[in-house]
T-cell receptor, first 114, second 112 residues
């Protein structure tokens, strides 16, 4: 099956700093990438939908100026958490979709903001 | 609002038992439905995908069914093993190419 990678897998940062998370489709071109967030004991919640070459569409309640998404190529999308705060600590997972309907998920990035 | 509910939230069974995990969705106009496994602190492993024209999918000891009219899906696990212990997530899409809407999951513990 198709492979999606995320980097870093784990990051600890100080409050007020920015963190960039990369999501790459390794063996297919991803026309659409989705970013999800998962808090402890909770399900995955969609944050935004990213189409290559266009602006991301954010879900209600997700601040687009805080969670910057860039999808500049068909194999890479980045999520930047700007001025991170402890409440942003979470598990961030991306998924990528090519020409077919199947979404392939990355392994996730665990963010801890101190 | 489209929501996915999973019952039970947690389940403990002895090894060898057959079990059923339930998933229901508020909007029966589901397009695709997918079951995932998530181990603690890890990402998602896709188990079964039921596409819009299908009603059932099987892989090894796993069988997933989808009844759109009732807005329900079930994941059947036969002859459970300790290695099956994980959280099982049900997720659906309502349109082609859109994001998945996830349930909160059922955490399964299989004791040896």
């Amino acid at each position: 099956g198709a492979v999606v990678s995320q980097h870093p897998s784990r990051v600890i940062c100080k409050s007020g700093t920015s963190v960039k998370i990369e999501c790459r489709s390794l063996d297919f071109q991803a026309t659409t990438m989705f970013w999800y967030r998962q808090f402890p004991k909770q399900s995955l919640m969609l944050m935004a939908t990213s189409n290559e070459g266009s602006k991301a569409t954010y879900e209600q309640g997700v601040e687009k100026d805080k969670f910057l998404i860039n999808h500049a190529s068909l194999t890479l999308s980045t999520l930047t958490v700007t001025s991170a705060h402890p409440e942003d600590s979470s598990f961030y997972i991306c998924s990528a979709k090519g020409g077919q309907e199947t979404q392939y998920f990355g392994p996730g990035t665990r963010l801890l903001v101190l | 609002k489209q929501e996915v509910t999973q019952i039970p939230a947690a389940l403990s069974v002895p090894e060898g038992e057959n079990l059923v995990l339930n998933c229901s969705f508020t909007d029966s106009a589901i397009y695709n439905l997918q079951w995932f496994r998530q181990d603690p602190g890890k990402g998602l492993t896709s188990l079964l995908l039921i596409q819009s024209s299908q009603r059932e999918q099987t892989s090894g000891r796993l069988n997933a069914s989808l009844d759109k009219s009732s807005g329900r899906s079930t994941l059947y696990i036969a002859a459970s093993q300790p290695g099956d212990s994980a959280t099982y997530l049900c997720a659906g899409t309502y349109q082609a190419g859109t994001a998945l809407i996830f349930g909160k999951g059922t955490t399964l513990s299989v004791s040896s």
